[in-house]
């Protein structure tokens, strides 16, 4: 999607990845691990932008724990290794990160100011998050540490703390959200009262173009539009996009049991995730979709353009 974006605005971009594919742009192999001829892919680049990482979306055992760690901590390294040999290195570089390093708030919202690292905290008066939500947190904080943790005096840095982003790509969280809609399986989820940080892909895409060309902008910045909500609203705009008025809810316990079956976690759902884009608003940043509503209707209007089942 974002090479999409870029090259149609008249930029040259090249991808390193993994696995050969055939598109547009220029595709370069790496393998995340050790320096190679990609390197010099980066000299006299203007930008340098890192998504690498395994997807959340596992189960949490010591196998894709070493996993989701190595595949964000060591590109991450590498990518410093590099950056420091190049005679012109990019003048910014965009890391991914995660607004799920917040804690669990349902209180109030979350800006790179105010916002407080997760950690320990209580879920509810009785109880504290789960030792697993933990983990993710330090995970988080060891990647940022690894981004930031090194000089790169001529390449400015963004941690791009992201919220889920919303496209109507197959395979997308919105696509699995959608289809739990579709079947009636879209009513609320866990207590609904856990909020979600959602950013519509082409704000996303903007929000990037707009740290690249805004030199002042640097250190973590959340990437999350301006209104989350509780999970029972979002589920709620969900099916009116839709047009499915009902949809039968999914307490805790049972989603729970559906992770396990999906192979993945509760903690996807059920923390609650409530962000504000306080330096990007700050910085003038105009939001396309701001709204929940607004942004479903047309992430389900492009679906069904694209003819998915």
């Not at 989701?68 to 190049?86: K, V």
Request: aromatic share 10%.
């Amino acid at each position: 999607m974002l090479a999409d974006y870029f090259q149609e605005r008249g930029h040259e971009v090249t991808v390193l990845t993994r696995g050969p594919y055939t598109a547009s742009w220029q595709t370069v192999h790496w393998d995340g691990m050790r320096l190679g001829p990609w390197v010099e892919t980066l000299e006299g680049a203007d930008v340098c932008i890192n998504l690498s990482g395994r997807s959340v979306n596992c189960r949490a055992t010591a196998r894709h724990r070493r996993e989701l760690y190595e595949s964000r901590i060591g590109p991450t390294r590498l990518l410093h290794e590099a950056i420091g040999r190049l005679a012109s290195p990019p003048r910014v570089w965009l890391n991914a990160s995660t607004a799920t390093i917040y804690r669990h708030a349902t209180d109030r919202a979350m800006d790179e100011a105010t916002g407080e690292i997760g950690g320990g905290e209580k879920i509810s008066r009785w109880r504290r998050a789960p030792a697993k939500w933990d983990w993710t947190v330090s995970l988080v904080k060891d990647w940022e540490g690894a981004f930031f943790g090194a000089p790169t005096p001529r390449t400015r840095k963004v941690a791009m703390r992201t919220s889920l982003v919303m496209s109507p790509a197959p395979g997308s969280v919105f696509a699995v959200l959608s289809r739990l809609v579709r079947v009636g399986l879209g009513g609320t989820q866990g207590n609904g009262r856990q909020y979600v940080s959602w950013m519509h892909e082409a704000d996303f895409a903007r929000a990037l173009e707009f740290l690249i060309e805004h030199e002042e902008m640097e250190g973590p910045v959340n990437l999350a539009a301006p209104h989350p909500l509780p999970n029972r609203e979002f589920m709620g705009a969900l099916r009116e996009a839709w047009n499915m008025p009902n949809g039968l809810p999914a307490p805790a316990l049972v989603i729970a049991l559906g992770s396990f079956l999906m192979r993945t976690e509760p903690e996807l759902v059920l923390k609650s995730r409530r962000v504000a884009p306080g330096r990007l608003l700050e910085a003038g940043f105009e939001f396309e979709y701001p709204e929940w509503g607004g942004a479903a209707e047309d992430l389900v209007r492009k679906w069904r353009e694209r003819g998915d089942s």
